[in-house]
């Protein structure tokens, strides 16, 4: 069975840590974004099954992307 893959999306490294560590436990694989930008680079490229967004990002908000 495929992992599902979640990409959290937050410009606070202490909030990314700390939900990667909980959702990775629970056996789900976990990519990063820190910025709006680096967020749709990875939708471009990488397959995800959900996307949990901040809504206040250094580059863009969270809508925008």
């Known amino acids: ?25 629970d056996g789900y694989k976990v990519l990063e974004a820190q910025s709006g930008k680096a967020c749709l680079e990875t939708l471009g490229s990488t397959d995800v099954d959900l996307v949990v967004l901040d809504l206040m990002l250094p580059d863009m908000d969270g809508i925008q992307v």
């Open 1 to 25: 069975m495929e992992e599902t893959r979640i990409l959290l999306v937050d410009d606070d490294p202490d909030i990314l840590l700390i939900l990667k560590d909980n959702l990775e436990i």
